[in-house]
């Protein structure tokens, strides 16, 4: 059983456009999220976060927006840029088990082109 | 500042082997977990560490095991080495509670 989804296994942006991507969740006890970065041959690097008491939160160029009533989350990513080229992993974690313990979506593979 | 650092970077094994990974958190972290990586599941949790006593534990086998140092640094091993755990392991680290986690490489193992 996938609790979190992330539908779109990639997606093509011009560069300076916005990015969205997508992520859908199934456990209602999910009370913590993140998105995380990862180009080939490296880990994950943690992006931005949000907790389930706010809707919406911003750093940079990357912005979060959390609808809890339809149990899904978007990163919106303005402008984009050639070196935002990679996949991008959406995670959640409830509070039974620590924002140590994440469930992890499958990823979206973000493509920036010229 | 230093990252998460695992060793080895890379392994490979023989079916029935067992081998140990290695990873050292960044400093002042004292929660590590650790995930396993494949094409066909994804990123999955294995287990999670903080002051030297496992906190969390995902769905695998008993074959998969861990702990932690009094320094934070924790291991990894897998008995009884099986084709299918043939995957990258990372792991991750933090201060724990809400705190993101931070990833380090990984270790690729492959079983022969």
Redesign the interface.
């Known amino acids: 059983d996938q609790q979190v989804k992330q539908n779109s296994p990639s997606l093509s942006v011009q560069e300076g456009r916005i990015s969205i991507l997508n992520c859908d969740y199934t456990n209602s006890m999910f009370d913590y999220f993140l998105w995380y970065k990862k180009y080939p041959a490296e880990g994950p690097t943690f992006l931005i976060s949000i907790s389930s008491i706010k809707d919406k939160n911003e750093d940079g160029r990357f912005t979060v927006f959390l609808n809890k009533s339809a149990k899904h989350l978007s990163l919106h990513i303005v402008p984009s840029q050639p070196g935002d080229s990679a996949v991008y992993f959406c995670a959640a974690s409830d509070p039974t088990g620590t924002a140590s313990k994440l469930t992890f979506g499958t990823g979206t593979r973000l493509q920036v082109t010229l | 500042k230093a990252g998460?650092t695992?060793t080895p970077r890379y392994l490979i094994k023989t079916r029935g082997q067992q081998v140990t990974l290695s990873c050292s958190p960044i400093s002042g972290h004292r929660?590590v977990?650790w995930?396993q990586q494949t094409p066909g599941q994804?990123?999955?949790?294995l287990f999670?560490y903080?002051s030297e006593t496992q906190?969390?534990k995902?769905n695998f086998p008993g074959r998969f095991s861990g702990r932690q140092f009094s320094n934070s640094r924790s291991e990894m091993n897998v008995s009884t080495l099986e084709l299918g755990d043939s995957a990258l392991y990372?792991c991750?680290s933090?201060f724990?509670?809400?705190?993101?986690?931070?990833?380090?490489?990984?270790t690729r193992l492959s079983i022969l």
């Open positions: 998460v695992q929660s977990s995930y994804g990123l999955q949790f999670e903080f906190r969390n995902g990372l991750a933090s724990g509670g809400s705190q993101p986690q931070h990833f380090g490489d990984g």
